[in-house]
């Protein structure tokens, strides 16, 4: 009953911050010419964000059960990262083949089709990397070594395509938007792509979520319990990799979700990872809408990156979740 | 009593009385060493198997391999005439538990979810809780009497606690082998002593106990049959007083004195 009912609360929360995220923005809705292109594109925006912030709470939730560990976040396998530069790369190449200041693409490569591609590809990189070493059955520790090494070689390489594009000004814009994080522009192509991979990936995250709970007790005890420990490894780490390859093509670079989302609901909801998912998913999706407001609301000129709003949040309300949880004894 | 050299593969399976476990030529590496060489055992239904011996002897290596989670490199274990280290990991769950000397479970569960896991090889895709699967969950709570922390996390509970909880765990998958590493570790008296008896409640509702213990007063009360082992290998087998009389145990721990008072022991090298 109580679990229904915090369900219910994140899907008014969620329902809540969507319908005020329609109201706001740059422009009026009175205007009834404009209304019509005002409201597609802040249902695309809203989406969007509601989208990869179910995403990234959820791949929290998958990393912080296999590492056993409640500071785990999507980040830490590096396929976030490595669909950060894939989407670089895409805009990049797009940017090359079409001349992007001279918007003349070529019918076969549609760059909001493509983005989504690249960001797949380069999560898909570090997904086949890290498999590579989870194959060889060796602790989580090296797995997640693994992780942060292409986390930090994705990021030189991330810091090295900025620096590329600063020759023309609108690719080197381009290139700091993506990295700061944000879903305006989303079209609705992007979504298509993304809802389905989103949904698969979601059902997957609750099918697994048995198996995870009872690796909260280490892997020889799930394993004397019947759990398959190398199947849940590798498909933790393949919906883990689809979901933050989703976040990066919907949001960009959008921090601290997959952290601190996860930790608001478990005191809600309990630690079982079937009852984790759906709250987490419905819970990062109101949390990022309300973060998107934010940006869209707050005084600046032009419009504050999602991921700076993320972040801003996120860090010390995470901080003060850990506080709390130490001081009554539950990390 | 038989010495290691007595360790001959076995008989033929099929003489076996239903409900033995039956290890034979069993080796385990760990790390490319070998930890575990050449052992075999026979642990009948209705009794109490102890392994003994000093730290690194290869005991838990012994269970982790039988349950499947160390890599065996050679050898067979069959329970009740069928093979375990090929058998399917949810059909082995069902009929071999295993309760480890501590658990690393620390997020917050309550009791009766840790519990319930035990009940994790007997569910389908949806993983709900059955009626049959409660009914598990409750006699296993009872026997073990910890029906009054069901609602307590499992990370707040006392070591005789969670220790109780743990081979809740194990009797609600409903196997009828249990393997119990160190389960009187870090206990008072009190609680060893109680569990120690409800092991042998076990035993004598017909179910196979290996246990690794090192108290050797509490492998005198409870064993119906005693390995020693030293350096991976079984060094004496037999009955409690067989083995614990034996020489055995001085060259296995080093010590000198009587097993009856174990205050009496010292170093080998204190008597030189």
Same mark, same amino acid.
């Given at each position: ?38 409201? @597609? ?178 892997? @020889? ?106 001081? @009554?004894?539950?990390? | ?5 007595? #360790? ?83 059909? =082995? ?69 969670? #220790? ?11 196997? =009828? ?23 042998? =409640? ?28 030293? #350096? ?39 008597? =030189?």
């Amino acid at each position: 009953m109580r679990y229904w009912l915090v369900l219910l609360l994140l899907a008014a929360a969620l329902i809540a911050g969507a319908l005020a995220g329609m109201l706001i923005g740059h422009g009026s809705l009175h205007d009834l010419r404009l209304r019509g292109i005002f409201l @597609e594109l802040r249902t695309c925006r809203l989406a969007a964000a509601g989208l990869a912030g179910a995403a990234l709470s959820v791949g929290g939730v998958l990393m912080q059960g296999l590492f056993r560990n409640p500071l785990a976040s999507p980040d830490v396998l590096g396929c976030s990262a490595g669909a950060h530069v894939g989407g670089q790369l895409v805009l990049i190449a797009t940017a090359g083949v079409t001349g992007l200041a001279a918007g003349s693409a070529p019918s076969w490569l549609v760059q909001e089709m493509a983005m989504p591609v690249g960001c797949l590809l380069g999560a898909g990189v570090s997904l086949v990397v890290l498999m590579l070493v989870a194959g060889r059955a060796t602790g989580l520790a090296t797995l997640l070594l693994c992780g942060v090494i292409l986390s930090s070689l994705y990021g030189a390489l991330s810091a090295f395509l900025t620096s590329l594009g600063q020759d023309s000004w609108q690719l080197g814009r381009a290139l700091v938007a993506f990295s700061l994080g944000g879903v305006d522009g989303t079209t609705p192509q992007t979504l298509l792509m993304a809802v389905p991979l989103l949904a698969i990936s979601l059902i997957a995250a609750w099918g697994w979520g048995r198996s995870l709970d009872l690796m909260l007790a280490g892997e @020889e005890e799930a394993a004397s319990l019947g759990v398959d420990v190398p199947a849940v490894r590798r498909w933790t780490l393949v919906w883990t990799a689809v979901l933050t390859a989703t976040a990066v093509l919907l949001g960009g670079g959008v921090a601290f979700v997959g952290i601190v989302v996860p930790h608001l609901c478990r005191p809600l909801v309990g630690v079982g990872h079937r009852a984790l998912v759906p709250a987490c998913a419905l819970g990062g999706a109101a949390y990022l809408v309300w973060c998107d407001d934010l940006a869209r609301s707050l005084p600046a000129t032009g419009e504050i990156p999602l991921g700076v709003v993320t972040g801003m949040i996120g860090a010390p309300l995470f901080l003060v979740i850990l506080m709390r949880s130490r001081r @009554e004894g539950l990390a | 009593m038989s010495g290691a050299g007595d #360790q001959q593969p076995s008989a033929a399976p099929a003489a076996a009385p239903a409900g033995t476990l039956m290890v034979r030529g069993l080796s385990v590496k760990r790390g490319g060493r070998l930890v575990v060489g050449e052992l075999s055992m026979t642990a009948c239904a209705g009794t109490v198997t102890a392994l003994i011996g000093p730290n690194g002897a290869g005991k838990s290596s012994v269970l982790k391999a039988i349950i499947g989670v160390l890599p065996v490199a050679a050898g067979t274990v069959t329970l009740a005439h069928e093979e375990v280290l090929t058998m399917e990991r949810r059909r =082995r769950a069902r009929v071999l538990a295993y309760v480890p000397q501590r658990s690393q479970l620390s997020a917050g569960m309550s009791v009766l979810n840790v519990v319930a896991t035990g009940r994790f090889a007997h569910q389908g895709l949806l993983a709900r809780l059955s009626a049959l699967d409660r009914q598990a969950i409750d006699r296993a709570l009872v026997l073990v009497d910890a029906r009054e922390l069901g609602e307590r996390r499992f990370d707040e509970l006392s070591g005789g606690e969670s #220790q109780r909880v743990l081979l809740a765990r194990a009797l609600a998958t409903g196997a =009828r082998a249990i393997l119990l590493d160190e389960p009187t570790a870090g206990l008072d008296i009190g609680h060893a002593l109680a569990a120690l008896r409800l092991l042998r =409640r076990l035993a004598d509702q017909g179910c196979t106990v290996v246990v690794v213990l090192h108290h050797l007063d509490e492998v005198r009360r409870i064993a119906d049959q005693v390995l020693l082992m030293h #350096q991976g290998a079984v060094l004496a087998q037999g009955t409690a007083a067989e083995v614990l009389a034996s020489g055995a145990l001085t060259q296995a721990f080093g010590v000198q004195g009587d097993p009856a008072a174990p205050w009496s022991f010292r170093l080998l090298a204190e008597e =030189r």
